[in-house]
């Protein structure tokens, strides 16, 4: 499977952003996928994570109730929309896919991006003050 992220951009801070991971070559349907992302100079963090059927998600608590994680299995992409964008939101944004483990239960979620074996190129976002 490959995986192709895009949707980033130049934004203000207080503005909107939705990124979009789209798959091809293979089904996401039994799989987790993350968001992941990584300033200059700092490590890569996880942002935000669904499961396979979507049922179950994971924040990081500085994005929670600004984020908001989805999925559309019938169109093999899965989404980040993000409201009130922040500086230090400014990162590129890279999709992963843990294509490790099928899952058809809808409850499995790893957070760590080790838990993720398949990874797509990034999308830069970057939030001006």
């Known amino acids: 499977v490959q995986l192709q992220a895009s949707g980033g951009g130049l934004v203000q801070a207080g503005g909107s952003l939705r990124l979009s991971c789209a798959a091809s070559g293979d089904t996401l349907e039994y799989h987790a996928i993350g968001w992941f992302r990584q300033a200059p100079g700092k490590e890569r963090e996880t942002v935000s994570c669904?499961?396979?059927?979507?049922?179950?998600?994971y924040y990081r608590d500085s994005v929670k109730g600004r984020f908001t994680i989805s999925r559309d299995n019938a169109k093999n992409t899965v989404y980040l929309q993000m409201n009130s964008l922040k500086p230090e939101d400014s990162a590129v944004y890279y999709c992963?896919?843990?294509?490790?483990?099928?899952?058809?239960?809808?409850?499995?979620?790893?957070?760590?991006?080790?838990?993720?074996?398949?990874w797509g190129q990034g999308t830069l976002v970057t939030v001006s003050s």
């Open positions: 669904i499961s396979s059927t979507g049922s179950t998600t």
């Open positions: 992963a896919a843990a294509v490790g483990v099928a899952d058809f239960s809808g409850t499995y979620v790893p957070e760590a991006p080790h838990g993720y074996q398949k």
